[in-house]
């Protein structure tokens, strides 16, 4: 009975990080990364005691079966959140390189008495 308590308890508790991994993707949808950070570092006290809960309880197969499932779904938003991410950056830094080559190549037409003769290197 106590063991059948406890499972129910960390299936809420990996079903709230469920639920956290999909508000987490939301906010990276909004470019809301502040509140995307803070919740991934709130949501590391909640990893460990899912992860010492499940140490310590002798789980039935069914049990097994059902919080292995609800695992794979975290791990599998994980990933994707990853992996947005991950796009994210690679945008950023194409923007970024863009914006760097217009300012140079817009610095070398500007007219600047100190400047003038300089030449411009067109392959960066």
Do not use: H, W
């Not at 991410?85 to 970024?96: C, F, N, P, S, W």
């Amino acid at each position: 009975m106590q063991d059948e308590k406890q499972f129910e308890q960390l299936i809420m508790q990996y079903t709230q990080l469920k639920n956290g991994s999909e508000d987490i993707s939301r906010m990276i949808d909004n470019e809301d990364f502040d509140n995307a950070i803070t919740m991934i570092k709130s949501r590391e006290k909640l990893f460990l005691s899912c992860k010492c809960m499940q140490k310590y309880l002798e789980l039935t197969p069914v049990q097994q079966k059902e919080l292995d499932k609800l695992v794979d779904e975290i791990r599998e938003l994980e990933i994707k959140n990853i992996k947005k991410l991950e796009d994210g950056k690679d945008r950023v830094l194409a923007e970024l390189k863009k914006s760097q080559k217009t300012q140079k190549i817009q610095q070398a037409y500007e007219f600047n008495a100190d400047a003038s003769g300089s030449i411009v290197n067109i392959k960066e």
